[in-house]
Nanobody, 115 residues
Framework: QVQLVESGGGLVQPGESLRLSCVFS????????MGWYRQAPGNQRELVAD???????NYADSVKGRFTVSRDSAKNTVSLQMNSLKPEDTAVYYC?????????WGQGTQVTVSS
């Protein structure tokens, strides 16, 4: 059974950085597409970035050039480095693991960007 635990959220000012981490507990981490999604109040959950087992990445247009997703197979973790944060990045950020019929979510971590 796969479990995901996120950490690293918090309150920052516009222009600052945060790094989110997600620990994957279970087997076959290397076979999963790992992603970060976010959901702001009143909005649908949206993809922020994901990374495939072969290292290919995909980003939402709104975060390209500012966010970087990475994975560490030795530690079974996926990270999201967020730079130049904007107020519109404020949301709950969720880690996701996807493979064939499996689609697992973490509990979420709050990111608030405000002056």
């Amino acid at each position: 059974q796969v479990q995901l635990v996120e950490s690293g959220g918090g309150l920052v000012q516009p222009g600052e950085s945060l790094r989110l981490s997600c620990v994957f507990s279970g087997t076959f981490f290397g076979l999963y597409i790992m992603g970060w999604y976010r959901q702001a109040p009143g909005n649908q959950r949206e993809l922020v970035a994901d990374i495939r087992p072969d290292g290919r990445t995909n980003y939402a247009d709104s975060v390209k050039g500012r966010f970087t997703v990475s994975r560490d197979s030795a530690k079974n973790t996926v990270s999201l480095q967020m730079n130049s944060l904007k107020p519109e990045d404020t949301a709950v950020y969720y880690c996701n693991a996807k493979r064939v019929a499996w689609n697992v979510w973490g509990q979420g971590t709050q990111v608030t960007v405000s002056s």
